[in-house]
Structures are given as structure tokens and as C-alpha cells.
């Protein structure tokens, strides 16, 4: 097994890669496969991508790469423009393969469908276009945190998604998050419309138990049906309390406000026990008070975190399907995801409804895309440090 950024093109029979992770160099004087002195864990490779320190690749003798890539590598001390290269999120590692996931802390995972929105289509292109919007690690200027060198961080790729079969492109969105899962990692999970949240977060329950739920968004998603559909980005959570893959007393909704739903989802939350908090609350207590009484339902067991970005002021966040005015602003919403995941026992989470026009940072939804994802995984990064 080998993990590996790329071979060599200026040397036919060596890889540069020198020892901060145990690589020292590949030889192969004649044809045949590679033979290395020392192979690298992936947590020191994906630690590398982090640092300034190249890793290296392993090659089969046809000059073809191994699973585990690092993006940066081709750039003296690890330092890639955020236009050129493999695009993965923030350069960190990629594979495909999850028996290479040993040690790894966190996955980026992609679910690039959006088969099942109610108004306007283009959410399957959110992953990538989250992906391009961010730049390489660095320290959080608040906290003072790099998440990314302080946790081992891995690109783990899209699920294999079939446009036009929603059904298909679910379970292959449950067996890749689960593959994340069940490799001890912790998924973050780029859609795509909210309708992934079923499968990302059942894969989650099924190795952890009925999860806390910690919800940002405009709609509660707790429809039976929209348009008559029982399938579509307005029902996953009610499937998820009805199949009890989340526990309705402690899921918490923050952030709703428009004109839908109506009194029937309302009518059946309140007796699951789901607790909602609208925006006119946030508006008027503050987003630590609304904050603060989200996680006090959430409470201590595992839990998943869903980011549907329409939560946000369109003025904020244009690029969504179905944009609803009066909303959060980016400030107050990043800071409650970096202390929700600071806070919780996160298992899992996604970032859902970016609906991108433009390539790269330009895009201005796709970016605070990106910074959601940082926040959480700062804010996984903080947790870890309070509690070594």
C-alpha cells in the first residue's frame, strides 16, 4: 500500500521526498515495481500536506500514481496556487480508497446531486465549487487554531452519483459516507441539495446510534410531501425522526423564517419534540442566546450538524435555490458553527444548497461554503484540545 502526491518528471527513477515523514527515496534501476526503504502512515502524508514539507509517491513501474495524492506537492515547500493543481478542499490529501483512512481524523466527502430540489436546480455543482473557493491551511485568526495541522484531513472524493436516479445516488451517497464512518472519521459531507442529509446522516447513526441534530436553515424540511413528492430536499428530516435515526428531543432547528411551512409540519414537530428556533429570535436575543438554547437540546451524545446556506441573508448567500430574505449574516453564522462543533460530540456534518454561478472565490456563496467547513473543523479542533 502505497499513498502518494505524484512521480517524479524531472528523474526517471527517483521521487523526491525528503525524511520529516519517514520518506527518504524510491529507486528502480530497472523495469518492474518501485521498491521504497520506508512508507510513510497516511496520517504523516495528510500531516505533510498541512506543512511545508513535500510527501512522495509510489509508482507500479508504469509511471502510474498510488491512491493517496497530495495536491501541493509539486510546489517548493507545499505552497500551491489556489488555480492550479488537483483541486481538492483546502490541498489536503485525496483518495478514493478507504483502506486508507487508517488515522484519519476527518473526510471531505461530495454529494453532487440535486435531482430533487422544488425550485431552482445547480446544487450539484456545489462541491466543486466549494472546493475551488478556499485556499491552502492556515491558522484561524481568532482562535488562533491551524484545524488543518492539527488534525489529519482528507479529501475522500464524491460519491458516485447517478443524475436523473435520486434513489441510486442516495445509497451511493450512504455506502461512500459510510465507508468515511466506519473508518473512525468524521465526515463533512459537500452537497448537493438538503435531500443528502437522509443518507449522510443515517451512515452516521448506523455506526454511532440516534443522533442530536443541530439544524441552520430557513425550512424545517419536515414535510411529508412537496408538490405530492414523499422524495424531495423539503422531507429528509422528517424521514430521519420517523425512521429514528434522529432523536426528535434533541434536535434543534435555528434560523427559520418565510412562509413555509405551514401548521401541519409545525403540528407534528411539536409532538415529536422538536424544538424550532425562528430568526425573528435570533434577531431579537442574539445568536449566543439562540445558540445556547440549541445546544442545550442537542445535549452531550453523538450529534450531526446540517448547514443548509439558505439560512443566510440572500444579500449574504445569492447563490441557494430558494433564497428567503431576513436572514443570518455570516458572521453570527460562522461563529455558531465553530461553537456548535466546539461544543458537541460531532460525529458528522454537512453543508447543503450552494448553488454556484462563478469559479473560485468570486462566488461569494460557494466561499462562505468554505468557511463553513473551516469553522468546523476548527471547532473539532478546539474541542480536541480542551479535552487533551
Known sequence: MSYSPYWSTDQSDVCIGPGAVGMT??????????????????????????????????????GRIASMIDPTARWPGGDKPDHAGLLTFAGMPYTEDAAELAGVDVTIVGAPMDELVSETPGARNGPRAIR?????????????????????VVDFGDAPVIPADPAASHAAILRTVGEAVNAGTIPIVL????????????????????LGLLHFDTHTDTARHVFGAELSHGSPMYHLVRDGYVDP?????????GYWPGPEEFSWQAEQGITA???????????AA??????????????????????????????TGTPEPGGMTPADLLWACRSGAERLYLVGADVVEVLPSRIGSTDVTALVGDRIVREILTGIALRRRGAG
Do not use: K, N, W
Not at 527515496?25 to 512508507?39: A, M, S
Not at 435531500?195 to 440516534?210: K, Q, Y
Not at 450529534?303 to 445569492?318: C, E, G, H, N
Open 25 to 62: 527515496h524510491i529507486e528502480t534501476p530497472r523495469p518492474g515495481p518501485l521498491t521504497l526503504e520506508f512508507e510513510p502512515t497516511l496520517a504523516a502524508v495528510a500531516a505533510t500536506a498541512a506543512s511545508d514539507t513535500p510527501a512522495c509517491a509510489t509508482s507500479d513501474g508504469l
Open 132 to 152: 475551488a473557493a478556499g485556499g491552502g491551511p492556515g491558522p484561524h485568526l481568532e482562535t488562533g487554531v491551524d484545524a488543518m495541522a492539527e488534525l489529519t
Open 191 to 210: 452537497g448537493g441539495d438538503h435531500s443528502i442529509a437522509e443518507p449522510d446522516v443515517r451512515a452516521c447513526a448506523e455506526r454511532h446510534g440516534r
Open 249 to 257: 428531543r434533541r434536535y434543534a432547528q435555528v434560523g427559520l423564517r
Open 277 to 287: 428556533i425562528p430568526m425573528h429570535e435570533v434577531r431579537d436575543r442574539g445568536i
Open 290 to 319: 439562540a445558540l445556547e438554547r440549541a445546544l442545550m437540546v442537542v445535549g452531550d451524545g453523538p450529534a450531526f450538524m446540517s448547514v443548509d446556506v439558505d439560512v443566510l441573508d440572500p444579500a449574504f448567500a445569492p447563490g
